[in-house]
């Protein structure tokens, strides 16, 4: 039955805020601008987002039956009833609490968003990846470059998973694996993105994460970022590409590396024209293919011998 006062509480109070009183503290590293994950001391992991409806709802890492808004997290936690959750809800939405941490506003996103995140959240960061290293000739330093390291997971079914981007945060994943290629529920493509050093002078992108990091092994260059659109572009994807070029460094170089193809070349024109919105004329623009192979995979795995990554220690101090 619907109850207005029990809306007003879902929309009203910032759930974020309601959690870091009852000892959840916010993990400003793995939060976006759409989600916030916050962890408590007895090891519960929640993601809060806000839906189109404006209600502020969480999802529980720890198990999928906990979930929903704030009513369904004070029952799962304290097993009250509605009538002193309502008690509850309606003192704590009077007091100033002067001990709550300020939030920045939380974007509403889509309905399977948080579930997206969740489902990611659960997963292992790929060190080691059968499929990967043997079959498309990733080396296990690739796979622990402090570039890529935690930008390759794998899923419950030993999936690769390459996560996307957008300007509110995760928004979905690729999977691969032996003659498997597919995206994750619910999600939406954004941008493939590797970690970055203020010292970079080069972005790289390409079709793929695959291909992105067989690039970095081919040509090594401690002073380049790395990102892939997953195939064919969507509309959201140049303009995910013109923000990336605005944050890169005066005088920085945009690399289209695409497939040697026609399509590969339209991608190319696609990345030139989001340089061009970018509005960044001290950026300068170059065209890369694969010589003699149809992609950077191709290429890799024909010449195993590829120039090293850099070395570990130089990693910088801010990815």
């Known amino acids: 039955m619907f109850d207005p006062e ?13 959690a870091a009183s009852h000892g959840y503290t916010l993990d400003r590293k793995k939060s976006w601008r759409g ?34 808004t704030i009513i369904d997290f004070i029952q ?37 968003r948080q579930a997206v995140q ?13 499929y990967l290293e043997h079959e498309r000739a990733i080396p296990v330093l690739a796979l622990q470059y402090w570039r890529f390291n935690g930008r390759i997971k794998t899923d419950g079914y030993a999936n690769a998973v390459f ?17 498997f290629k597919g995206f994750a529920s619910g999600g939406t ?22 291909d992105a990091i067989s690039f970095a092994v081919l040509f090594s260059d401690g002073r380049a970022r790395y990102a892939s659109i ?31 193809d026609a399509a590969g070349r339209q991608l190319a024109e696609v990345i030139r024209k989001a340089l ?17 192979f149809k992609d950077w995979n191709d290429q890799r795995r024909a010449r195993p011998k590829a120039t090293p990554l850099p070395r570990r220690h130089e990693e910088p101090s801010v990815a």
Request: net charge positive.
């Open 189 to 210: 493509k954004g941008l493939w993105l590797s970690k970055t050093s203020p010292a970079d002078r080069r972005l790289v992108i390409c079709e793929s994460a695959i």
């Open 35 to 68: 989600s916030a994950v916050m962890r408590h001391a007895n090891g519960d992991k929640i993601i809060i987002s806000r839906k189109p409806d404006g209600h502020y709802t969480f999802y529980s890492v720890r198990t999928d039956q906990d979930s929903g």
């Open 163 to 179: 996560p996307h981007f957008d300007s509110d945060g995760l928004c979905g994943y690729e999977l691969r694996n032996s003659a």
């Open 118 to 130: 969740a489902r990611y959240a659960s997963m292992t960061v790929a060190h080691r990846h059968p």
């Open 76 to 112: 799962n936690r304290r097993s009250l009833g509605l009538g002193a959750i309502r008690k509850e809800l309606r003192a704590w939405s009077g007091m100033p609490a002067p001990s709550v941490p300020q939030f920045a506003e939380l974007h509403a996103t889509a309905k399977d």
């Open 230 to 260: 997953g195939g064919k572009p969507n509309p959201v994807q140049p303009d995910l590409m013109s923000s990336q070029m605005k944050l890169l460094p005066q005088g920085s170089e945009v690399i289209a590396a695409m497939d040697t």
């Open 6 to 18: 029990f809306e007003s509480f879902k929309t009203s109070i910032d759930l974020r805020a309601y």
């Open 276 to 292: 061009d919105a970018a509005l960044r004329p001290d950026l300068t623009f170059r065209l890369e293919e694969p010589a003699g």
